[in-house]
């Protein structure tokens, strides 16, 4: 593996990251994914120790550091700790940047200082019942009145949805006559007419709360609209590529940790009087794997280098995003091939990788959506039979 780039304060901080997750959470995930939900305290903890956000300026609570590699070494030692079902990075650098982007001054003073101490945990609600991809779908609505906005719609699929105390919530305010004329409201806990429905029960991720939220006819006061009116579709776009690196750096981490559980295992485990590590088909199916995850490596890496040099593109996102995604799905399921039964068994890790792993080809955009991107990027929008100009 060629050498990474990280400067020695950011090593130091790995490694103290790292303990803190091995005293802190590691110790009550299990009962957390029983539970089906992250307790508050692990937000806190984060908080209190400068983990939970780094980028915001120290005012708000923040080291006032926006390189992103402080942001990728958290992705990687939480997945590399087996605690990547705390979503601590979707409330810290997905969602949180949005304050500081589109919101004013008042509203960053208000809410940002909680939000790095962990006392307010965030959430973004665009996912609908009958809209995913296609953001301009959504149904949810917001109606102007003299000193507030009457809200009315329903999410689902919401990351940190049982959770959250700050929900910035999609939703179109000129439906009649344009489908992107959308506006980003903050719903707060407590709010009349904010409900929370189920936490629902998911394949893998057990313990990230994964939540439906309605929201019936509830007043936003006119200062908790984040940013212009009417320009929520275009904020969302904005963030799609940073969320889609985000999500790449864990899936590279996912698929590196499968590889790891596997080259211990088949060293250890024994077949036909000799470890299944022995074999030519153990060793070539690693070896292309091991190929794979060090190329890998090497472009997100370097995406990382671009997004902080400002240079880092929608197209640049997309493939990371598809290539890393696929990559942590097939080498899990890699991995519970090579452990046999035991890689069918909740016990073993390398299992509980294969479940965790499914959704990263699905959430932030589809891997068929990636493709589309990618390939109008190619080819032209001529030779794409649908324009993907809006993911």
């Not at 962990?118 to 949810?140: F, H, K, N, Q, Y």
Request: with cysteine; proline share 3%; hydrophobic share 40%.
């Amino acid at each position: 593996m060629l050498p990474r780039d990280f400067t020695e304060e950011q090593n130091m901080f790995r490694d103290a990251y790292r303990k803190f997750l091995a005293a802190e959470i590691v110790p009550h995930m299990e009962q957390w994914r029983e539970a089906g939900i992250v307790d508050r305290e692990a937000f806190r903890k984060a908080g209190e120790q400068g983990f939970l956000m780094i980028w915001p300026e120290e005012r708000y609570g923040g080291m006032g550091d926006d390189d992103f590699r402080f942001e990728q070494i958290i992705i990687e030692e939480t997945t590399y700790a087996r605690v990547a079902d705390w979503f601590n990075t979707l409330h810290s650098r997905l969602v949180g940047p949005y304050l500081t982007r589109f919101g004013n001054e008042e509203q960053c003073a208000r809410f940002l200082p909680q939000c790095a101490s962990g006392e307010c945990i965030l959430a973004v609600a665009m996912t609908e019942p009958d809209a995913g991809s296609d953001l301009a779908g959504i149904r949810s609505a917001a109606v102007e009145r003299d000193d507030h906005w009457v809200l009315n719609g329903s999410k689902t699929f919401i990351s940190n949805g049982i959770n959250a105390d700050l929900v910035i919530v999609a939703a179109k305010t000129d439906p009649e006559n344009n489908p992107y004329h959308m506006t980003l409201f903050l719903v707060e806990r407590g709010m009349q007419g904010f409900e929370r429905g189920r936490n629902l029960k998911k394949m893998g991720l057990k313990a990230q709360d994964t939540a439906e939220l309605f929201f019936n006819d509830v007043k936003v006061p006119r200062e908790n609209v984040l940013g212009e009116p009417g320009k929520g579709f275009y904020y969302l776009m904005e963030g799609l590529a940073e969320e889609r690196l985000l999500g790449a750096v864990g899936y590279l981490a996912g698929a590196q940790l499968s590889w790891d559980l596997t080259a211990d295992y088949v060293k250890e485990r024994k077949a036909f009087g000799k470890p299944v590590a022995a074999f030519q088909n153990t060793q070539f199916k690693l070896a292309e794997m091991r190929t794979e995850l060090d190329i890998s490596q090497v472009y997100i890496d370097q995406c990382v280098r671009a997004f902080n040099a400002g240079s880092f593109t929608a197209v640049d996102a997309a493939k990371a995003k598809l290539y890393t995604s696929e990559l942590q799905v097939r080498m899990a399921e890699l991995g519970v091939q090579l452990h046999g039964g035991h890689g069918y068994m909740d016990e073993y890790p390398i299992s509980r990788q294969y479940t965790d792993a499914k959704i990263s080809t699905i959430y932030a955009g589809s891997s068929e959506i990636m493709k589309l991107i990618i390939g109008r990027d190619c080819l032209g929008d001529d030779y794409v039979p649908f324009n993907t100009r809006n993911f």
